[in-house]
Nanobody
Framework: QVQLVESGGGLVQPGGSLSLSCAAS????????MDWYRQAPGKQRELVAT???????NYANSVKGRFTISRDNTKNTMYLQMNSLKPEDTAVYYC?????????WGQGTQVTVSS
């Protein structure tokens, strides 16, 4: 079965950095695009970044230039490097993929940016 497990969240000060990981299993990871979403309290879940099977990358305007999405197909793992963090980046961050018209989500990892 498909499993996605996020890790790496925590508490950081504004301007700090954090690196998130998403460990994938149960499917042929290298053949699928992967995404990072986030959801802040009282707000809709929003798409943060996408990486295709060929490692083309796209970012939400709010994180462009600060976040970097990457993947290691030998480890079945996707990453999100977050730099210059702002309080508005505070959210639960989720790993996502779509297989056979079905959405799969990780459990989420909490990122809190606060002084």
């Amino acid at each position: 079965q498909v499993q996605l497990v996020e890790s790496g969240g925590g508490l950081v000060q504004p301007g700090g950095s954090l690196s998130l990981s998403c460990a994938a299993s149960g499917f042929n990871f290298r053949l699928y695009a992967m995404d990072w979403y986030r959801q802040a309290p009282g707000k809709q879940r929003e798409l943060v970044a996408t990486i295709t099977r060929g490692s083309d990358r796209n970012y939400a305007n709010s994180v462009k230039g600060r976040f970097t999405i990457s993947r290691d197909n030998t480890k079945n793992t996707m990453y999100l490097q977050m730099n210059s963090l702002k309080p508005e980046d505070t959210a639960v961050y989720y790993c996502h993929t779509e297989l056979r018209r079905v959405d799969y989500w990780g459990q989420g990892t909490q990122v809190t940016v606060s002084s």
